[in-house]
């Protein structure tokens, strides 16, 4: 047994262990000691032992081990079902971004804004049809977002897909929670993600809801039933991108309406209104308002934006079913991004080499989607977009997996409740005789006559026409006894004779 405590460095030790030459366990250990605590010492005293003592070949290791670890890039997913039905590669992608998947069961802190912000904010919804909040997210999970679109882009994946992160959720719950107290709406999940690159621009001008008139669209006080939250994940400035809308005030049709926008705006493109804002802030506006995203210059920054729906339930109904301070499952949040990738088809083009794994994920987690949403009026737009593909489909398993989403669908709307059993119709039965208590005891009180019915207004005369209608011709003998003259009443019979004469 080796007892001398003679020096000896990481790769002279593993040498010895290998070649036998060592058997002392406790010796071995107590070498591997002294290596983590050597690893583990500051920069500057490595730097000091550099100096002052000779470079062995355990020295040059730690050395390496000590020195900065360049990050490897992360590992981004592809547009393969395996890697976007897989939570675990979801996980690994948002490490690199300090993002998180499903490790938050709540919304957590929930800030409110004080009564007098809540007036003001309700006033201006009514007057304008959108309002501003401030100052009120974090730029760094934020920035962390953005950063992981990037990513996404390089892999043309839509950056619909960092609703995955927890992160992203948790934006949506705190800005709408914020605004609840406002018009008393709730988060129904219907989301999009926007990224306008340069030299690209926003969607045009459009009605989030058209359709939708003032009787059916808003409440007695007049805020709108449904609203549209805009968050800006980005600086969104009239030098790059932003939105531009014409105030409700300014709008003849806000109320009610169809004409083509474009005519509206026309009318009213003096009162055109820029809204830039900053991040950390957000917009929200109702579905009758005209708005729509500007072009972003050549040379401009990317602006990504996140976009949600707050909405009355009796007059839209959620896509997915959740408690406002629940955050959804994994699978809950694949068939909602498959969704609306989907369902906002029709304005933003799927990639082709993303439509089966969408149309596959919608196959899987169909369940996590609410019946009532998918037929919704407002969401018939999902079925046409998904026979589109299923017609345009370029290869067989995007056809069938189109094929088996529009079976589904039909069979939702064939379904119908069985009506409850009828019970058998009999005859009615005549109606019991009154008992002789009834007779005798409390008899019916006698009923009055019915008042004589009255003729109809304008039914003789003069009309409102000043069209003259003859009377009625009344009977004979009516006529006759009005016109005859009175009678003079019968002489009184004579009175009896006196007793006795």
């Excluded at 003592?53 to 900065?68: E, L, N, Q, R, V």
């Excluded at 474009?262 to 809204?275: C, E, G, K």
């Excluded at 006894?481 to 019979?493: I, K, M, V, W």
């Amino acid at each position: 047994m080796r007892t001398h405590c003679q020096k000896v460095n990481w790769f002279t030790l593993s040498k010895h262990v290998q070649m036998g030459e060592v058997t002392c366990l406790s010796y071995v250990l107590d070498r591997l000691n002294a290596f983590v605590l050597k690893v583990c010492a500051s920069k500057e005293n490595a730097a000091q032992c550099k100096e002052t003592s000779p470079k062995s070949d355990g020295d040059k290791a730690m050395s390496m081990m000590t020195s900065p670890v360049e990050v490897q890039p992360p590992m981004i997913p592809s547009a393969s079902l395996k890697d976007v039905d897989s939570i675990g590669t979801w996980h690994h992608f948002g490490e690199s971004f300090g993002l998180h998947v499903g490790l938050l069961g709540d919304t957590g802190r929930v800030d409110h804004l004080s009564s007098e912000s809540v007036q003001s904010l309700r006033t201006a919804m009514c007057l304008e049809g959108y309002i501003k909040l401030t100052d009120i997210l974090p730029g760094c999970s934020l920035n962390s977002l953005c950063d992981a679109i990037d990513c996404l882009r390089s892999v043309d994946l839509p950056p619909q897909f960092v609703l995955v992160f927890d992160e992203a959720w948790l934006v949506a719950s705190r800005v709408s929670a914020l605004l609840t107290p406002v018009y008393s709406l709730a988060n129904i999940h219907d989301f999009f993600v926007f990224d306008v690159s340069p030299g690209g621009a926003g969607w045009g001008a459009h009605r989030d809801r058209p359709g939708k008139s003032f009787a059916s669209g808003f409440s007695a006080d007049g805020t709108p039933k449904y609203t549209t939250v805009w968050v800006p994940l980005t600086d969104a400035s009239t030098s790059t991108s932003c939105m531009y809308v014409v105030p409700a005030y300014a709008d003849p049709e806000y109320a009610q309406g169809e004409g083509p926008v474009v005519n509206v705006i026309a009318t009213s493109h003096q009162h055109i209104r820029a809204l830039p804002v900053s991040q950390g802030c957000a917009l929200a506006w109702s579905h009758r308002l005209i708005h729509w995203g500007s072009a972003s210059p050549p040379g401009a920054h990317r602006r990504m934006a996140l976009s949600f729906a707050m909405a009355d339930t009796d007059f839209e109904t959620s896509v997915l079913q959740l408690s406002p301070d629940q955050l959804p499952s994994f699978e809950s949040r694949l068939a909602l991004i498959a969704f609306s990738l989907l369902f906002y088809h029709h304005s933003q083009q799927v990639p082709p080499t993303l439509r089966c794994t969408l149309l596959q994920i919608i196959k899987r987690h169909v369940h996590c989607l609410r019946t009532e949403s998918l037929l919704s009026e407002a969401k018939s737009i999902f079925a046409h977009n998904v026979t589109t593909i299923r017609n345009t489909a370029t290869s067989e398993e995007e056809q069938e997996a189109a094929e088996a989403v529009c079976r589904y669908l039909d069979s939702l709307r064939n379904e119908s409740p069985e009506p409850p059993p009828q019970p058998p119709q009999h005859p009615p039965s005549p109606p019991a005789p009154p008992s002789l208590h009834t007779l005798l005891v409390s008899p019916e009180p006698p009923q009055p006559p019915a008042p004589p019915r009255l003729p109809p207004p304008y039914a003789y005369g003069y009309t409102k026409s000043l069209a003259f209608v003859p009377p009625p011709p009344r009977r004979k003998a009516a006529a006759e006894a009005e016109t005859a003259s009175p009678q003079p009443p019968p002489p009184p019979p004579p009175l009896p004779p006196p007793p006795g004469v």
